[in-house]
């Protein structure tokens, strides 16, 4: 009997996505994001606590800077509810983009001696900040108990506005991820791609304080929908379901399917280039 000799290749051209692999391969993503869980609380003095100091701490700084001095408007929500219910998905994006951005370097061995999915190294940080999303959440339902903030059955749809969050975070990331493997200064530029984004997004002010005309143009940022929809889930506060939302929401799926076309193009040439 002649022997088969089978070739393993990453996926060629813009179309082959390969989506029954992803699937054989679906416990692997399982086993990474539960290693990338276990490393964030590894050997560490407060555990899961960090999940919580983080949005708490500049929570605090926004409420005294933003809350109490500048007086900014909260939509008579009281304002370190307001806040601090923007900042879970904030947290969620940006720290899934700061892991994610680095798991093709960071996974250099891997990526370089064996074949897998390199979608599913971004893919697995991302899912792994879920845990702290949860850990967060939790001290929000603290939160709004303790100001008396009455939840609303909109909260069922809370899971929607998770998702957009998820796809914003993993779109970005395979964009991020790509650029690192060929240009290592990249990672640089993401804290402050970081830094930026978060101010050009409601999360210390209310989406009313930008002006009408720029409402258009200032929807063309895909976190900007996000937040938008958890304050309304979790707050009741007002959601445009107009043009403004619907471009916010077609942000965020151009942004996925740009990230993942890019990232599969140029995964052929990752394993050379690290």
Known sequence: MQARETIVAPPRGWLS???R?????????????????????????????????GPFTTMVLFSVIFGNFAKL???????????YTALLPWQLFSRALGDASQSLIGNQGMVTKIYFP??????????SGVVDFGISFLVLIGMMLFYDVVLSWKMILLPVFLLLALLTAMGVSMWIAAF??????FRYVTPYLVQVWMYATPIAYSRSLIP???????????????????????LGTTLELGPAFGISVAAVLLVFIGGLFYFQRMES??????
Do not use: C, H
């Not at 939509?75 to 307001?82: D, L, N, Q, R, S």
């Open 21 to 53: 692999e992803l699937w054989e391969f679906r416990e692997l993503l399982y086993f990474l994001t539960w290693r990338d869980i276990k490393v964030r609380y590894k050997q560490t003095a407060l555990g899961a606590a960090w999940a919580v100091i």
């Open 118 to 127: 390199r979608l599913f190294l971004p893919a697995s940080s991302i899912l």
């Open 269 to 274: 040439t990752f394993a050379d280039m690290l």
């Open 212 to 234: 009408e005309q720029w409402q258009v143009l200032y929807s063309l940022n895909p976190m900007t929908g996000v937040v938008d929809g958890f304050r309304w889930a979790l």
């Open 73 to 83: 408007p909260s939509e008579g929500i009281p304002y370190p509810v307001f806040s």
């Open 17 to 19: 996505l390969r989506l």
């Open 180 to 185: 690192n493997v060929r240009y290592r200064d």
